[in-house]
């Protein structure tokens, strides 16, 4: 294996209230299995406000949000590891989850509210500025996916706990060979980190770059299962699809 590993989907216990990893442990427990680095994509959706916009504080709302993500990379720079800065999204609509990368601290204060567009507003308003990935678009429950409103899916969701239908996902992108593909871990809990991510040929310090490794696509999906669908993928991009 060539290149340095990158997990894209990972969540927090200070942010995330289904996550179960204190920030730091999550670090540390990339840095034991290899990685480079990893992407901090704690939940941001209408549910998540009701929550915590208790004075209708955007500051305040993004000072909690942002929690997590401070916290792992105070860990990831005391051990040379690299944290990024993502979101997963949930708009009001349904419950599709929305990976979007190419922000900052700054962006995310911004605009306050932007989770509680829909998905064809938020896509819209902000397609030129960030990266909109489709988490898990083949998830059990989840609603039809929104073409239109996405720049590409996630080809491997690896979290143990659900059934995601990977190989739908990739069928997805096969229909629409414009699509970026990624992979995750999509990490809550004990035994999920890890599992998934991405291969890049140079280390990144910023979400701004990891966008752009993605839609250079330069990011090879990575999964040590599923290489029936690694190997599909690989193919398409040899086709240059």
Request: aromatic share 10%.
């Amino acid at each position: 294996m060539q290149g340095y590993l990158y997990d894209p989907h990972t969540h927090t216990a200070e942010t995330s209230r289904c996550g179960h990893l204190p920030a730091a442990e999550v670090v540390d427990r990339y840095v034991k299995k290899g990685f480079s680095g990893l992407v901090v994509t704690d939940h941001l959706h209408p549910e998540y406000l009701s929550r915590i916009d208790t004075d209708h504080n955007w500051d305040h709302v993004m000072d909690h949000y942002l929690s997590g993500y401070h916290a792992s990379k105070k860990r990831g720079d005391e051990v040379g590891f690299d944290v990024l800065l993502g979101a997963e999204f949930r708009f009001p609509e349904n419950d599709n989850d929305y990976l979007v990368y190419g922000i900052d601290e700054q962006w995310l204060r911004n605009n306050p509210y932007a989770c509680c567009m829909s998905a064809q507003e938020f896509f819209d308003k902000f397609h030129d500025q960030v990266l909109i990935i489709h988490a898990h678009p083949f998830r059990e429950g989840s609603a039809p996916v929104q073409e239109t409103a996405i720049h590409g899916a996630e080809i491997i969701n690896n979290n143990p706990r659900h059934p995601n239908h990977n190989d739908l996902a990739l069928a997805l992108c096969q229909r629409y060979p414009e699509f970026f593909r990624t992979a995750g871990s999509d990490t809550h809990r004990d035994g999920d980190e890890a599992r998934a991510g991405v291969l890049l040929p140079e280390r990144i310090h910023d979400s701004y770059a990891y966008k752009r490794m993605v839609e250079t696509r330069q990011a090879l999906p990575w999964c040590q299962e599923f290489q029936d669908i690694l190997a599909a993928d690989a193919a398409m991009r040899k086709e240059g699809k």
